[in-house]
């Protein structure tokens, strides 16, 4: 019988995950057999023709049995990168999206034209800590305050701040948004959970089964917890501070009116991600009248 070399476990592992619904088979297996490995996906390259041993073999048959079930990639390594820096996911956490990386962009850019001293940022739902994380990595000089209503997803946002080293910039805070963090603050970032209800029954297995519900579904129509916010965010904000809230296309021009109406916030846009699709609202919040 032929033996299961490397380059015979990936040409068989992307046509079985393929035919089981996989859009990315070919990097799933690479993946999955460089995990089950415990090496680099590179080093599969150089060693197309090598034996995967008995033990390496079973872990990567359960692997592929867990994706082909709809497992993300991402939970089975228990890892994902984000703006080039590494972070554990678990399922209590989103799997950072790379249109997310927007928010820390326009974040850098703010904070850095800003000029100021010792600038104070939050970050609302932070998850897996891929905003406050990726933004304190880069302007080290800020203050930051990562807020989540999920004392798990918390967890995992302070070992992610830790790996990458900036858990002496960042203060975890337990809180229903805004509602135990005291400002004011100069930036607030936020990727919110903004599906709707309706919406959500339309996502693909994998992220409708394995993602948290609660970091997805915004309500009945995905705005409710942009506009619980934005009151929140107008109280905590200094004036001529910065609101970046990433949305969903469905949502932009809702989202955009609600900013607009009232005299909070100035200069608000929606902002395109790679895809040119809207994707992040940005808002100055108003001097105070009177
Ligand atoms: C879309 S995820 C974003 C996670 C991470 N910031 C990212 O961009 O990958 C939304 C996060 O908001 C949290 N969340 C949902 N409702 C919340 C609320 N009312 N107050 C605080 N956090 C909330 C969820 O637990 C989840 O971690």
Not at 72 to 95: H, M, Q
Request: charged letters at 25%; aromatic letters at 6%.
């Amino acid at each position: 019988m032929d033996e299961w070399t490397v380059g015979k476990l990936l040409q068989w592992t992307t046509t079985y995950l393929g035919d089981h619904g996989s859009d990315t088979a070919r990097l799933d297996a690479e993946v999955l057999l460089a995990h089950a490995r415990g090496c680099g996906r590179i080093d599969l390259y150089t060693s197309y023709e090598e034996v995967v041993d008995d033990a390496s073999r079973t872990s990567f048959r359960e692997l592929v049995r867990r994706r082909s079930s709809g497992a993300p990639v991402a939970y089975l390594v228990g890892k994902r990168e984000f703006y080039s820096l590494p972070f554990e996911v678990n399922a209590e956490v989103l799997i950072p999206r790379p249109e997310t990386e927007l928010i820390v962009v326009a974040a850098l850019d703010w904070i850095k034209a800003a000029a100021l001293d010792r600038p104070r940022v939050v970050d609302v739902g932070v998850g897996s800590g891929a905003i406050a994380v990726s933004i304190a990595k880069y302007a080290p000089h800020c203050q930051f305050v990562a807020c989540d209503n999920s004392v798990a997803a918390l967890e995992v946002a302070k070992r992610n701040a830790v790996a990458n080293g900036v858990g002496e910039n960042v203060e975890f805070v337990e809180s229903d948004l805004l509602a135990e963090v005291a400002g004011p603050f100069d930036l607030i970032v936020s990727n919110p959970p903004y599906v709707a209800e309706a919406e959500f029954a339309e996502l693909p297995e994998t992220v409708r089964e394995f993602e948290p519900r609660r970091a997805l579904v915004g309500g009945p129509t995905g705005v409710e917890v942009i506009a619980r916010l934005a009151p929140q965010a107008a109280d905590k904000l200094a004036p001529g501070g910065r609101l970046l809230v990433e949305l969903s296309p469905m949502i932009a021009e809702q989202c955009q009116q609600l900013f607009a109406g009232g005299d909070d916030w100035a200069d608000v846009r929606i902002e395109r991600d790679g895809a040119q699709l809207p994707r992040m609202l940005r808002a100055t919040r108003a001097p105070c009248q009177g």
